[in-house]
Nanobody, 121 residues
Framework: QVQLVESGGGLVQTGGSLRLSCASS??????MAWFRQAPMTEREFVAA???????TCAESVKGRFTISRDNAKNTVYLQMNSLKPEDTAVYYC?????????????????WGQGTQVTVSS
């Protein structure tokens, strides 16, 4: 079992930046990802990164968000720049037992509790 703990959420103005962190413990983790869920919407994929540092992200955040990880610290990060009100959501960290990059929820079996990000206009 993997335990994931997110931090770094908060309130920021449009155009601002935040950096989310996700610390993991438990089994060795391969691919990790960030998802987000706004009220009354489905949880959606944001970005993923493999153990070997290959990464991908959703079109809606491309050029603004960057996923990275520090394997020595078992931590994954999400740097969010040029934030928009539509980025407001609870952001969840997830870990997958599968190799490769994945962008659907069913491919992840461990989830953090979520951290709120609110972007004011």
């Amino acid at each position: 079992q993997v335990q994931l703990v997110e931090s770094g959420g908060g309130l920021v103005q449009t155009g601002g930046s935040l950096r989310l962190s996700c610390a993991s413990s438990g089994r060795t983790i391969g691919t990790m990802a960030w998802f987000r869920q706004a009220p009354m919407t489905e949880r959606e994929f944001v970005a993923a990164i493999t153990w070997s540092m290959s990464s991908t992200c959703a079109e809606s955040v491309k050029g603004r968000f960057t996923i990275s990880r520090d394997n020595a610290k078992n931590t994954v990060y999400l740097q969010m720049n040029s934030l928009k009100p539509e980025d407001t959501a609870v952001y969840y960290c997830a870990a997958s037992p599968l190799l490769g990059l994945h962008n659907t929820r069913v491919q992840y079996d461990s989830w953090g509790q979520g951290t709120q990000v609110t972007v004011s206009s």
